[in-house]
């Protein structure tokens, strides 16, 4: 079965500064990866996805991912973090069409 | 552009009472996913339905049953109702096709589900 994990439960950064939160996959063939947030009393919202092509994928709020695939990695990013970027991120990869999640990352931007 | 919808949006219930939640997917949205996610956890794949059918099943409670309608609305419905049945419930659409498109759910608010 295909899978993501997340390494940290939790990040902290100052306003303004980068933001990467962490993501590595297990999976057969082409992967196909996502990019999940998750505000407090909120649903999911999409954020990016890699399919194929290019390995650095723009998404939403300006958030960007970099695929690695020599380290099976997946870690999204942000140039310059938002107090307003505080949420929980998820990866998920399909497994057989239905989505699979990692445990989660709880962002904190401090000002 | 309309998304996913949820009703209710929050819901409190007494143990072994029942309760029903409702998603209507995005226009022309073919399949809807059930997920739920309980508290500090990452959403679980519940159920999902592809044309009114039940496509593929998860960690579903078997006092747990669902269906699509033809209008391709969702309707979970969950019986003797459990304290650890408190969670955050969501449901997803997409619309059937081929390559990526196919897994690029969209979700909606979710329903926060409380049994006391």
């Known amino acids: 079965a295909q899978s993501v994990a997340q390494p940290e439960d939790q990040v902290n950064v100052a306003e303004g500064n980068p933001l990467t939160v962490k993501c590595t996959y297990s999976?057969?063939?082409?992967?196909?990866l996502f990019w999940y947030v998750q505000y407090p009393n909120r649903g999911l919202q999409f954020l990016l996805k890699y399919i194929t092509g290019d390995n650095l994928v723009k998404g939403s709020y300006g958030f960007e991912a970099e695929f690695n695939k020599s380290q099976t990695s997946f870690h999204l990013k942000k140039p310059s973090a938002l107090v307003s970027d505080s949420a929980l991120y998820f990866c998920?990869?399909?497994?057989?069409?239905?989505?699979?999640f990692g445990a989660g990352t709880t962002v904190t931007v401090r000002a | 552009a309309a998304g996913v919808i949820q009703s209710p949006r929050h819901l409190i219930k007494e143990k072994r009472e029942t309760a029903t939640l409702k998603c209507y997917p995005i226009p022309r949205h073919d399949t809807v996913y059930w997920y739920q996610q309980g508290p500090g956890q990452d959403p679980q794949f519940l159920i999902s339905?592809?044309?009114?059918?039940?496509?593929d099943k998860g960690s579903i409670p078997d006092r747990f049953s669902a269906q699509q309608f033809s209008d391709y609305h969702s309707e979970l419905n969950m019986s003797s109702l459990e304290l650890g049945d408190s969670a955050l419930y969501f449901c997803a659409s997409l619309r059937f096709g081929v390559g990526a498109a196919t897994y690029e759910q969209y979700f909606g608010p979710g329903t926060r589900l409380t049994v006391t």
């Open positions: 998920a990869v399909p497994n057989d069409y239905k989505l699979s």
């Open positions: 339905f592809y044309e009114k059918m039940q496509s």
């Open positions: 999976v057969s063939g082409n992967p196909y």
